[in-house]
């Protein structure tokens, strides 16, 4: 089993930037992929970007791309979401996934990861 543990979540101002972690303990797999998933009030959970940790191929939503970064350190066994250029429509509780290799047609989807955080709390004022 993997247990994911998130920070970095908080309120930040239109325009700035907050980096988000997830630690992962227990075992680890040499095909770990992890994602970043959130959720808004009132909506579906959506893919935000996802990264395999063996082969380095990443995956970001269109609403997402050119802002935020998503990273890896094995070392640390922790991926990491650089959030840029916040917008108010990024506010959403912000969830760390992971899943045993990668499938790109889908990685963007809820069903296909295996664990999930406890979610950490991205407000973005304007």
């Known amino acids: 089993q993997v247990q994911l543990v998130e920070s970095g979540g908080g309120p930040v101002q239109t325009g700035g930037s907050l980096r988000l972690s997830c630690a992962a303990s227990g075992r680890t797999f040499s095909s770990y992929t992890g994602g970043w998933f959130r959720q808004a009030p009132g909506k579906e959970r959506e893919f935000v970007a996802a990264i395999s940790l063996s082969g380095g191929r990443t995956a970001y939503a269109d609403s997402v791309k050119g802002r935020f970064t998503i990273s890896r350190d094995n070392a640390k066994n922790t991926v990491y979401l650089q959030m840029n250029s916040l917008k108010p429509e990024d506010t959403a509780v912000y969830y760390c996934?992971?899943?045993?290799?990668?499938?790109?047609?889908?990685?963007?989807?809820?069903?296909?990861?295996?664990?999930w955080g406890q979610g950490t709390q991205v407000t973005v004022s304007s």
């Open positions: 996934a992971a899943r045993l290799g990668w499938v790109h047609q889908i990685v963007a989807d809820t069903t296909a990861y295996d664990y």
